[in-house]
């Protein structure tokens, strides 16, 4: 009978109401009871959380954002392992070296008795053969695989590479940082679609489809072939899929995940939950001006406005604002931790916030009311339009007025990029030495973030000196010469370095990071 | 009756055909592509061609529509750009989910709706006002806000329910259950409200007619009044304005599947809309759509259940 049925009387109603929400309560705690559902993951098996999908699973159509090689790292093994603290220890490789005074040939000696997942043996010219597919497969990493010109098989288990010039950082770019040193089996190379919705690496684990669901969640067990048993700490690792940061805390904070992505705006929460958060200094944060010919702003062809643009902007604020205690303010195109890379502190700092020098500097550049330029932002790039915001609030006190075009995704924002119709973007560039910054950024043929091929004679001069600079020690001196270029050019408006931020629950270790391997790496995870 | 549900759906046919169609020329439209996707910052104007070229982007819209097509017609609806999993497979493991969530909102919605809009009919004004209250503040409140308040008291706080993730009810029906319940009670509470506002008025519209007053003269006793007659008199209203609400949950549920970390269809469709990803988001259209035509369906054999007259047109 409905408590709601006319004509009873209110004292009936109100406990059979009770009751009803006593049952509901019991039905709940009884099913919580004997469900596994809202249980912390058992010793024997792990469960973490990426904001987002893999592209794939094939390393070669992967983009190696720190979610992607979450899940990479996981089934492939990479020939030259990336430790937590930067440094790099054998992989499927036990030893390497370049074999010429030019840094132009790079040998790598392969473990022995190693097998993929399918079972095949580890030789030179599967390692080859990979290589080969990651060139073929056009993916977000080959422009790291192209500075390889040929890979051989010397003998049954030594590889040489010949790179297209002289590569100092080669060794790096074969770690899991990079994914081009995540080696694909024979299976997965002769059949690539099958990397899809299955792994074929070397690595601790081989994902289980059976317990896959694409864009959910990825069940991995351990490989039966991987060499050294001893270092798998869990039966079964499975990555789920929590876009919304919010739900991923309190998954971590229910038990539901040992491991997760952190964000900026919940990391003083995650503080207060209990969680570790775990930090390190990898990006630095810009408005990258590409227009520095002046093309759709004919102001930014003149030096002085684009150094105008760095003096308008207040960077302790924008960096305290957005980023709270993980970001610290800056103006070079590189990071604290890259000191041997291109990042010279001398340098840093170099244009203080003032207001007045800017707008001597556009005035003496004959704009002494501004000028406008249109900038482009996403907010998953960077925080992209907070960032556009802040500066442009800033810019605007000196006149300088920055239309924003906001964008859903950083592929819809990347063609108008490459299409010449923005000045520049905001955004983050995750710290790299400077050999692969000028391939990306700096060099008239870079590509992405140099898309008006923009050259300047001096900046040339001083790449071309590193590049034929043979003696090592010598490079990092080469290299702050071309940052102190770079920062003079005004080519890019830095505020400064932001954290990559990882929560974990207190009883997961291994959870380890630095500037340079800003991803924790989850086969170091046990409990 | 039949007739009339064979012509709908007969008429339906030509109903996915245009969404299909305007699927793939809106996503057309609009900016981006898969390989800026799959590229990223890591783009050049010659690793895009590439990619365009290897998965057939390089060809006129309407060729890609017509292989499209031809593949749906040997039940074939291609396969995701970048997982290379069947569409079919992918949309198989996000209906379930959606379907859940969508029943058992409805269901919610209905067991708490009629008995709160009959019962407040009976009262006084006051609780009418107290409906109508409830009513508007379900149905302003968005969906995505009040599953993040109800995680925030039932997962966070008191730690009874899961905050997130689809459990297999085939692997764990307990866990299921609780997964279930914090987005299902997300979707029903702005459902209850509003029917249970539209069983009040209707209530209210019947037991003012004549036949009532007969009825009641006729020495019948209330609740047979109440349940036998009134209220199936104004069920018929209820039941079509359910059949709205579920094509408007469809859009709820994405946002709902968002907030608790399931992969239903409309969590599909976003990640396939984000990354241009056209056979998974055409798929997912043709769900959606067909989702709508059921669930018109059961409105009307329902509607036509209840109201004999309904049955013969």
């Known amino acids: 009978m409905s408590p709601f049925t006319a004509g009873h009387g209110r004292a009936g109603r109100v406990p059979r109401t009770l009751v009803s929400i006593g049952i509901a309560a019991t039905l709940v705690a009884g099913i919580a009871a004997c469900s596994s559902g809202g249980a912390v993951a058992q010793s024997s098996s792990i469960t973490v959380a990426v904001s987002s999908a893999p592209l794939s699973l094939d390393p070669a159509k992967n983009s190696n954002t720190a979610d992607s090689q979450l899940v990479m790292d996981l089934a492939y093994e990479p020939l030259i392992n990336l430790a937590s603290d930067g440094t790099l220890t054998p992989g499927l490789a036990t030893s390497w070296k370049y074999t010429d005074s030019t840094l132009t040939t790079f040998q790598l000696k392969l473990r022995s008795g190693v097998k993929f997942s399918d079972g095949s043996k580890l030789t030179a010219q599967t390692v080859v053969d990979s290589i080969q597919h990651e060139k073929t497969a056009n993916g977000p990493v080959a422009i790291y695989v192209n500075e390889i010109k040929d890979a051989k098989a010397i003998d049954a288990h030594t590889v040489q590479l010949d790179l297209v010039r002289s590569n100092p950082t080669i060794g790096l770019t074969l770690t899991q940082r990079f994914l081009i040193g995540s080696i694909v089996g024979p299976k997965g190379v002769a059949n690539p679609d099958s990397l899809g919705t299955s792994t074929d690496g070397a690595g601790q684990y081989m994902l289980d489809p059976k317990q896959t669901v694409s864009n959910d969640h990825y069940t991995f067990v351990p490989n039966p072939y991987y060499y050294d048993k001893s270092a798998i700490h869990f039966k079964k690792f499975v990555v789920r899929v929590i876009a919304n940061p919010q739900t991923a805390l309190s998954a971590l904070k229910s038990g539901q995940i040992s491991y997760a992505g952190g964000a900026f705006s919940t990391a003083t929460q995650a503080k207060g939950d209990g969680l570790v958060v775990n930090a390190t200094a990898s990006s630095w944060y810009s408005v990258f001006l590409f227009d520095r010919d002046g093309a759709l702003a004919p102001a930014l062809k003149d030096q002085r406005v684009r150094q105008a643009l760095n003096y308008a902007i207040d960077r302790k604020s924008i960096v305290k604002a957005l980023f709270g205690e993980y970001g610290t303010p800056g103006d070079e195109a590189s990071i604290k931790g890259y000191e041997k890379d291109g990042f010279d502190p001398s340098y840093n700092d170099h244009y203080n916030y003032d207001p007045a020098k800017a707008k001597q500097l556009l005035a003496a550049a004959g704009y002494p009311d501004g000028f406008t330029l249109t900038i482009g932002a996403t907010a998953v790039f960077g925080d992209g339009v907070e960032l556009a ?19 859903s995704t950083v592929g819809d924002l990347v063609g108008p990029w490459l299409g010449k119709q923005l000045s520049g973007t905001t955004g983050e560039y995750d710290a790299q030495p400077m050999y692969i910054f000028i391939g990306q950024g700096l060099a008239k043929d870079a590509g992405t973030f140099n898309p008006f091929q923009t050259e300047d004679p001096k900046l040339t001069s001083l790449i071309n000196a590193a590049y034929a600079e043979t003696d090592q020690s010598k490079l990092p001196a080469a290299w702050n010469a071309i940052q102190r270029q770079v920062v003079d050019l005004g080519w890019f408006v830095p505020v400064g370095s932001g954290d990559s931020l990882y929560y974990s629950v207190k009883k997961l270790k291994g959870v380890a990071l630095s500037p340079t391997a ?10 | 009756m039949l007739r009339a549900l064979l012509r709908r759906l007969l008429l339906s046919i030509p109903l996915l055909f245009v969404v299909s169609i305007l699927t793939f020329v809106l996503t057309g439209l609009t900016p981006g592509d898969p390989a800026h996707t799959i590229l990223g910052t890591n783009a050049t104007p010659a690793a895009i061609a590439a990619i365009n070229k290897t998965l057939g982007l390089d060809k006129p819209i309407w060729v890609q529509y017509w292989h499209w097509l031809t593949g749906l017609v040997h039940g ?15 949309l198989a493991n996000s209906l379930p989910i959606t379907l859940t969530l969508i029943i058992g909102a409805v269901i919610v919605s209905v067991l708490v709706g009629i008995p709160i809009g009959v019962a407040s009919a009976q009262r006084s004004k006051s609780s009418g006002q107290l409906i109508d209250a409830f009513s508007l503040v379900g149905y302003a409140i968005p969906p995505f806000f009040l599953g993040l308040l109800l995680t925030l008291l039932f997962a966070d706080t008191l730690g009874w329910l899961p905050p997130s993730g689809w459990v297999d009810p085939g692997e764990d029906f307990g866990g299921w259950l609780l997964s279930i319940v914090l987005p299902v009670l997300t979707l029903a509470i702005p459902g209850a409200a509003i029917v249970a506002r539209q069983t009040r008025q209707g209530m209210l519209e019947v037991l003012s007619r004549d036949f009532i007053r007969s009825l009641r003269a006729r020495g ?8 036998r007659h009134a209220l199936r008199n104004s069920l018929g209203n209820v039941v079509t304005l359910l059949g709205l609400y579920v094509v408007g949950m469809l859009l709820g549920t994405t946002l709902v599947e968002t907030v608790f970390a399931m992969q239903g269809l409309g969590s599909i469709a976003v990640v396939a809309t984000n990354q241009h990803d056209l056979p998974v988001l055409e798929g ?7 989702v709508v035509i059921v669930a018109f369906a059961i409105v009307d054999v329902t509607r036509a259940a209840l109201n004999p007259k309904l049955r013969t047109r």
């Open chain 1, 389 to 407: 915001q802040a500066v442009a609030s800033d810019w605007a006190k000196v006149g300088v007025t920055a239309k924003i075009q906001t964008y």
């Open chain 1, 518 to 527: 800003f991803v924790p790496d989850p086969t170091r995870f046990h409990f």
């Open chain 2, 76 to 90: 074939d609806l291609g396969k995701s750009i970048f997982s290379s999993e069947p569409v079919t497979t992918i």
């Open chain 2, 220 to 227: 019948l006793s209330g609740r047979s009044i109440v349940y």
């Open chain 2, 284 to 290: 997912a259209a043709l769900y959606f759509t067909i």
